[in-house]
């Protein structure tokens, strides 16, 4: 059988045939199609398709959405289809049928025929339990985007309630009124009184539903009986019959809340003279928690369990309503992880949720109870608030929103200190609805990136301006490594006991044809954020590598060119050979070669240890970047295969500011000698901050104190003026 092609089944029925053959079924049919629809409305506004076929496997019935059902005609598959493997393939209904007691599921390509991979498929045969007769199945088709593990549990669920309601109007059918009386085995509660109203018999599932027992309820009066008292007392008074009456009993805070569909009719004998009322109600508890559970994973996010972006959207869309009629204003805040995607790309996605689910408990505990929170999706989040002096308490809830990450969040050891970025709009003055004031917190939440990362920023309109400057970066970025505009400077690293060039750190500018010169700021988070970043990581090694050996070949002394990796191209499995390639290319000795990395990338251990150690046979060398801002464990350092660590600029600063700041120095160039690691200290801007790395017998330093980076040609013909500016200022 070719999966490729649409199957034609073997056996189709005669319109007669289907006829009689849905006589038979008639009350099965009935009970089915009432539990359908429940399922059909429960689920409203996602297309399903139910079908009911019989233990042959022929369609009886099909009920929900149109337009799958007229696709599923359309493909020659109506009532009155056989479905057999023979004939159709391996599908949902022959294996139900085949594997009866299971459940079974087919979602997208799990199907034979390719026709099907588009869809998800849901079966479960059902039975007359009592004789386990194979009655046929029930099944659920929807798109494969609407697949939701939920439907499988809520179809086994509503089966479970359509074999009770066939066995129970089989019973019915063959016992008589005696026969009903006593059936204390059975999984429904039963209730029956005399013509006056008192009750003589009540069963033991009666007694568990209404927590009365049958020794205080036999001999009272029915409507006395909380609930459902009142609906037999209304039966014996005037005859009326009650069905799928839904009712609830919770008798206690540590029991759990038990529902139930509940009927009443009265008994007469064979003179039509009325001998008392019958009520019996059948738990429906698992089916209302299927329910339940399928409402609460709609509007909350299954991961952080926080609400979700369509609970969100439709409580604030009410809240804003109700703040129209009494003039109040509404805030909107855009909070958005800064660099998460470093983490999930250095660690992968299961620590980074497990991350997520931490910064979602603690937003969630600060939270007032006037207040709303809901993950958007990733790492975004929103808020919503409404009080008086709206955007001045709005600015001071979000201070205290973004001082939860003042303390780090700790991860298999590692201590994470993340920060966010938030962006604020009011209403109406930001925007006259919720998809308004969603774009003006996104563009102000961007804005406050743009600042620096770890603030926040009130909307205001000369931001849009911003955010299409960034969109027109971003497409002008795609273009500028075929167009040749990037640009690399180098920044001289200089041996702090003698003032010699010990190495150069190649930085990549851009040299916008328009612009002009843009900074690394301004674009490398937006080639993170796109995935360009690997190419440019790749131009700048290449460059970096013929420009050092050019300049060997023009007469200057060797020395190492350091380049930056970004997490993306460390985490390529084919970084190897395309460092390999590089050095093979410019025909650079590798000892010359530095590649600096940074301490977040050094998180996956796993991952790690192995490239490090490959990349170092390759003779070149490795240094940590920024060190003392990440999250490394000083316990695996001596398990990488690095050269030396790079304190990182912002410690250097604080040389001159606080003893703090000295103390981390120390320990830093103290703890790498102890390894073997040589130190470079970045960001040397005095003479006193030298002094201070001089003493500290510090490696090397670079930094604006001795030179600015400086582009290629202008390094290569300045050289010896730099070496003898270098000599003096050391």
């Not at 009272?220 to 609906?231: A, D, K």
């Not at 759990?256 to 064979?270: I, N």
């Not at 150069?504 to 993170?528: C, Q, S, T």
């Not at 490959?614 to 490795?622: R, V, Y």
Request: with cysteine; charged share 25%.
């Amino acid at each position: 059988m070719d999966p490729r092609k649409i199957p034609f089944p073997q056996k189709i029925l005669t319109p007669a045939e289907l006829g009689t053959l849905r006589e038979e079924y008639e009350e099965i049919l009935s009970v089915v199609s009432f539990f359908g629809d429940k399922v059909l409305q429960l689920l409203q506004g996602t297309p399903l398709l139910l079908s009911v076929c019989d233990d042959r496997g022929f369609v009886l019935h099909m009920m929900g959405d149109e337009t799958i059902k007229k696709t599923i005609y359309d493909l020659g598959i109506s009532p009155g289809v056989q479905f057999t493997e023979a004939s159709m393939g391996t599908n949902v209904v022959n294996m139900s049928l085949k594997y009866n007691q299971s459940p079974i599921e087919l979602i997208g390509d799990d199907h034979y025929h390719e026709y099907l991979h588009g869809s998800a498929c849901y079966a479960v045969a059902f039975h007359y339990t009592d004789v386990n007769d194979l009655l046929g199945t029930l099944t659920i088709m929807t798109a494969k985007e609407f697949q939701n593990p939920m439907m499988i549990t809520m179809l086994a669920t509503t089966v479970d309630s359509i074999e009770r309601e066939l066995l129970l109007r089989k019973q019915n059918q063959k016992l008589n009124i005696l026969n009903q009386i006593i059936m204390d085995n059975t999984r429904n509660g039963i209730v029956l009184t005399s013509r006056e109203g008192e009750i003589i018999t009540f069963n033991q599932y009666a007694e568990l539903f209404t927590g009365r027992t049958k020794e205080e309820m036999l001999g009272t009066e029915v409507r006395f009986l909380p609930s459902m008292g009142e609906y037999i007392y209304e039966v014996i008074q005037n005859g009326t019959t009650f069905e799928d009456i839904q009712m609830s009993f919770e008798h206690n805070e540590t029991e759990d809340r038990l529902v139930c569909l509940f009927d009443a009719f009265p008994l007469y004998d064979e003179k039509k003279k009325l001998l008392g009322a019958f009520g019996q109600f059948r738990s429906i508890t698992d089916r209302v928690k299927a329910e339940e559970r399928y409402n609460y994973l709609a509007n909350h996010d299954d991961l952080t369990k926080l609400p979700n972006r369509r609970f969100f959207k439709e409580k604030v869309t009410s809240l804003i309503h109700q703040m129209q009629e009494c003039n109040r204003q509404v805030a909107v805040v855009c909070l958005d992880l800064d660099r998460f995607k470093i983490i999930n790309d250095t660690l992968g996605h299961s620590s980074g949720d497990t991350l997520l689910v931490m910064v979602a408990s603690r937003l969630q505990e600060i939270l007032a109870p006037d207040e709303l929170i809901a993950r958007m999706g990733g790492d975004e989040f929103m808020f919503a608030f409404s009080q008086a002096n709206c955007e001045e308490a709005a600015v001071k809830r979000v201070k205290d929103i973004l001082n939860v990450f003042s303390e780090p969040l700790n991860l298999n050891g590692y201590d994470f200190h993340l920060t966010a970025s938030a962006g604020i709009s009011i209403y109406p003055k930001d925007g006259h609805n919720l998809e308004e004031l969603m774009i003006t917190a996104d563009t102000a939440m961007y804005s406050a990136k743009s600042r620096g990362l770890n603030t926040y920023a009130l909307y205001s309109p000369d931001m849009n301006i911003t955010t299409r400057e960034r969109i027109v970066l971003e497409s002008s970025l795609r273009k500028a490594i075929e167009n040749n505009e990037f640009r690399l400077h180098y920044q001289p690293q200089v041996d702090i006991s003698t003032g010699e060039l010990k190495g150069v750190e190649a930085l990549v500018r851009w040299m916008h044809p328009i612009k002009g010169l843009i900074p690394p700021n301004d674009f490398i988070p937006i080639a993170e954020e796109t995935g360009l970043i690997h190419q440019i990581d790749t131009w700048v090694l290449r460059t970096a590598c013929r420009q050092n050996k050019q300049w060997q070949d023009e007469g200057l002394p060797p020395f190492r060119v350091s380049v930056n990796l970004s997490s993306m191209e460390f985490l390529d499995e084919g970084l190897v050979d395309v460092v390999k390639s590089a050095l093979d290319e410019s025909g650079l000795d590798p000892k010359y070669l530095d590649l600096e990395i940074t301490e977040t990338m050094t998180m996956n251990v796993e991952h790690a240890i192995p490239m490090l150690r490959n990349l170092h046979s390759l003779g070149i060398q490795i240094s940590i970047d920024d060190f003392g801002t990440g999250y490394s464990s000083l316990s695996y350092l001596k398990n990488f295969s690095i050269n030396r660590l790079k304190i990182d600029q912002s410690f250097v600063r604080d040389i001159s500011k606080e003893e703090n700041g000295t103390s981390i120095v120390s320990v830093i160039i103290a703890m790498a000698h102890s390894m073997n690691l040589e130190v470079v200290a970045e960001g040397v801007e005095e003479k006193e901050q030298l002094r201070f790395l001089q003493v500290q017998k510090c490696d090397e330093v670079q930094g604006y104190y001795f030179s600015r980076p400086i582009p290629a040609e202008e390094f290569g013909q300045s050289f010896p003026e730099l070496v003898v500016k270098m000599k003096k200022l050391y």
